[in-house]
Every structure is written in structure tokens, then in C-alpha cells.
């Protein structure tokens, strides 16, 4: 969202502005709901692919049951702003198999590091969320070693960058800060994934962060200030890889989005009917084969809108065999009155679940962890008040 101009906003503006933060909210508690849904449904023996399938089921049931009354003779359009995606271990993201793919039989075993991904929308105001959890995992049998190290710095990292992500702070000063948070548990985030700023219909905004870049990386990407009334969709990333670089394996892709910045007229029929399906279905939003009628020829159909940018591919990567990847994404608000989480806190993870023997140690960090996400302005003014009196 742009920065509002300094005059005062007439007042429908002012509750145009509340009703999206509305809508936003609505589709985090969809969101949280599922989470909880999913949360529970992840145990040894349960099958990734039913997983998936049953959290679009979810989504789609939640966002269907909501905002059914048309605005101005207008339907308002809803459902899944991000598919169903469960990445176990050393699988970063976007893992979604189709029924045809060789890894669609893949289930849970207790011990696996689980990633859940997903996310709704409300007239196209999106709220995504991720978060990790170990499969068996207790109070009792808590998660040690490596997969706590993990764990705790992509669960430190994500509370800190809560904290960061604030009017007038800058896309670096988080970039840094989540490296420290990982290298105190001996961990690196997982290089160049992004961040973005979210808007209506939009979750791939041209403001952004980068985690853990390369040189490379380094020379291109815009600095950037967080500005108010702005939204971010904010992805963590942790992995106990030595170098934080993550490889393409032999996993399909089954995650896509229309790209709305580029157009180019597809030659073929099948690319055009396919295309045409993407636009009914998911819109501005990133959608899974899987929704399509024909996987086949959906899969033909994307490969010309993917070669000439129309489509993007959601490509599932991998840190090596025998290391981990922990993940948390939320969603939040940069209000007038101070940063607002639109998602919910993670549904799995407490403190007592994940016993690591490494701990964040840099001062400055610790004490913005002790520091609420909103400032209370009148307590603020109290303690200026004191000061001045003293």
C-alpha cells in the first residue's frame, strides 16, 4: 500500500482503510484455523499429498463461507492466496506433490522437521503464515541437537524481525539482524529468499528483503525503507547447511503464479485454454496443477507461459542430505498506530518443545526481544513526562 498523502483522508477513505484491515484479519483467522487443522494431522505415518490436498479443501471451505453478500452488484472474489505446501527436512518450500508425481507417496516418520505453508485471501487482501513443527515431538520428548539449533533461530530470527520491520527502519537492518540470530545458533539463513510487500492482489511486491545474500546477490537489490500503512509478508528461513545454499533436485514443480507485469500473446491453443483457466481459478495468486482439469495438458500449457515470463515457477529447492530447514512466515501491518500482526502467532511451537544448547547472546537483540511489537505511546508519554520532572 502507498504512503497517504498528509491531508486529512475524507472519512470513506478512512473506513476503506479499516474494512481491507478487516478483510486481512478474516483471512489470517481462516488461515490460523487451518494451521491448527494441519497441525494436528501431522503425525508419523500421515501422507504429505492428503496433507496438502486437505488444507486447500480447508481453505477454500473457510473463505467460501465469509463475504458472500455482493458490494455494489460486485461478488467479492476469495479463497487460497497461497496453496497448501508441507516441505519436510532438507526440502526449503513449496513442496505440493501431484497424486502423479514419484514423491507423492512420501509420508511423516517421527523426528522429521515439517514445514507448513498456506494462506487466504479476502477480496484479494492476503494473509499467508508458515511454521515448523516436529513430528512426535513433547514436553516430554522434547526437539535437541541440531533440529532445536534450527528451530529456535528461525523462531528467534521471526520474533526479532517482528520487531525490525517498522516505519522508518531499512530492509538491511533486517537482512543483518537474522544473520546474527543464525550464526548464535550455528545456523545461515537460506541464501537469496525473499520477503516482499504485500497489497490487494498482490503478495510479490516490488519493495523487498533478502536473506542471507550472495556477492551477487548483494549487487542488485534495491535498500528500501518500511513506510506506513504498508503490508509484508515476511518469510524465515533457517537451515543447519554450512553455507546456506539451497539446489534444485529431481522434485516437480507443481506451484505456479501469473506473473501480472509481463503479457505476450501464447501461440499455442492448449497455452491459451490453460492460461485462461489460471486467470478463472487463482487470479493474481499463486495456484497448484493439482486445481486444474487436465494435469497433462495444464503441464503443456505452462511450459510456453513460463518461457516467455507469463507464468512463474515456484521451484521446489533443497539444502543437502542430512541438514534441516526450519520456517516461520507471517503477515503483518504497518498502521498509524504501530506495527499490527495481521497472522496469528505459530500454532506448534512453545519455548519447552525445543531445548537447544546454543542461545542468542548479542545484547541488543535480547533486549529488542523484551520490547512489545507496538509501542504503548502513553506510557511513553508518562515516562517522558517523569523524566522531565525528575
Not at 494462506?119 to 526437539?143: N, Q
Not at 507469463?310 to 533443497?318: I, T
Not at 503483518?332 to 512453545?350: C, E, H, N, R
Request: proline letters at 5%; glycine letters at 6%.
Amino acid at each position: 500500500m502507498s504512503e497517504p498523502a498528509k491531508t486529512e483522508a475524507p472519512k470513506p477513505e478512512e473506513s476503506t482503510a479499516a474494512a481491507d484491515f478487516t478483510k486481512y484479519k478474516t483471512a489470517a483467522e481462516i488461515v490460523n484455523n487451518v494451521m491448527k487443522k494441519l497441525v494436528a494431522l501431522s503425525v508419523e505415518g500421515a501422507k504429505v499429498l492428503d496433507l496438502c490436498v486437505e488444507g486447500d479443501k480447508l481453505l477454500e471451505a473457510g473463505t467460501g463461507a465469509v463475504y458472500n453478500k455482493a458490494v455494489k452488484g460486485v461478488k467479492v472474489s476469495k479463497g487460497i492466496a497461497f496453496p497448501t505446501c508441507v516441505s519436510v527436512n532438507n526440502a526449503v518450500a513449496h513442496f505440493s506433490p501431484l497424486e502423479s508425481d514419484p514423491t507423492s507417496g512420501q509420508t511423516l516418520a517421527k523426528g522429521d522437521v515439517v514445514k507448513l505453508h498456506l494462506g487466504a485471501h479476502i477480496d484479494g487482501f492476503p494473509a499467508v503464515s508458515a511454521e515448523t513443527l516436529v513430528v512426535g515431538a513433547s514436553a516430554s520428548e522434547p526437539v535437541t541437537g541440531r533440529k532445536a539449533d534450527v528451530l529456535q533461530a528461525a523462531w528467534h530470527a521471526a520474533e526479532v524481525v517482528q520487531r525490525l520491520v517498522k516505519v522508518g527502519n531499512k530492509n538491511w537492518t533486517v537482512t543483518d539482524a537474522v544473520n546474527k540470530v543464525a550464526a548464535a545458533f550455528g545456523c545461515k539463513a537460506v541464501e537469496g529468499m525473499l520477503s516482499c510487500q504485500q497489497a490487494q492482489n498482490v503478495i510479490d511486491g516490488k519493495k523487498r528483503i533478502i536473506l542471507n545474500p550472495s556477492e551477487e546477490q548483494k549487487k542488485g537489490f534495491e535498500a528500501v525503507t518500511f513506510a506506513e500503512n504498508e503490508v509484508w509478508g515476511i518469510d524465515i528461513l533457517i537451515t543447519s547447511a554450512e553455507d546456506g545454499k539451497a539446489r534444485m533436485e529431481e522434485s516437480r514443480t507443481s506451484v505456479y503464479q501469473k506473473e501480472s507485469s509481463v503479457t505476450y500473446q501464447l501461440k499455442m491453443k492448449t497455452s491459451r485454454a490453460v492460461f485462461s483457466e489460471v486467470q478463472k481459478k487463482a487470479g493474481a495468486f499463486p495456484f497448484n496443477i493439482r486445481w486444474l482439469e487436465d494435469e497433462k495438458r495444464a503441464r503443456l500449457g505452462l511450459q510456453e507461459a513460463v518461457q516467455h515470463g507469463l507464468v512463474k515457477p515456484y521451484e521446489v529447492v533443497f539444502t543437502p542430505a542430512n541438514t534441516l530447514v526450519a520456517a516461520f512466515h507471517f503477515t503483518i501491518a504497518l498502521l498509524p498506530g504501530g506495527p499490527s500482526l495481521i497472522t496469528s502467532p505459530p500454532v506448534w511451537y512453545k519455548p519447552e518443545l525445543v531445548k537447544s544448547e546454543k542461545s542468542l547472546e548479542d545484547p541488543e537483540l535480547q533486549e529488542l526481544l523484551t520490547k512489545p511489537l507496538r509501542e504503548n505511546k502513553k506510557a511513553k508519554k508518562k515516562a517522558e513526562a517523569a523524566a522531565k520532572t525528575e
